[in-house]
Nanobody
Framework: QMQLVESGGGLVQPGGSLRLSCRRS????????MAWYRQTPGNEREWVATDIGDGAPTYSDSVKGRFTMSRDITRYMTYLQMNNLKPDDTAVYYC???????????WGRGIQVTVSS
């Protein structure tokens, strides 16, 4: 069973930056589409960004222009650079992987990001 492990969360002041990392435990035949989601208490998980591996990630309107998603395929790593953070970005952030051929979905355990002064 492939595992995803997030790191890099924490407390940051408004306007600050954080870089989340997601490490995948193994390769998947046919490749994977990677994504980031976030969730706040009492709300559904919200999509943040997706990278299908074509070098052109897509972003939700709420983070576009502030967040940048990237991948290091050789190291099974996925990143989310978050700049100009706002209190509304406070959430648990989840790394997501979906295998391209069999469409199996994997989730990390999530990591807390808190934006507060």
């Amino acid at each position: 069973q492939m595992q995803l492990v997030e790191s890099g969360g924490g407390l940051v002041q408004p306007g600050g930056s954080l870089r989340l990392s997601c490490r995948r435990s193994e390769s998947i035949f046919g490749g994977v589409t990677m994504a980031w989601y976030r969730q706040t208490p009492g709300n559904e998980r919200e999509w943040v960004a997706t990278d299908i591996g074509d070098g052109a990630p897509t972003y939700s309107d709420s983070v576009k222009g502030r967040f940048t998603m990237s991948r290091d395929i050789t190291r099974y790593m996925t990143y989310l650079q978050m700049n100009n953070l706002k209190p509304d970005d406070t959430a648990v952030y989840y790394c997501n992987a979906k295998s391209n051929i069999y469409h199996r979905v994997y989730w990390g355990r999530g990591i807390q990001v808190t934006v507060s002064s």
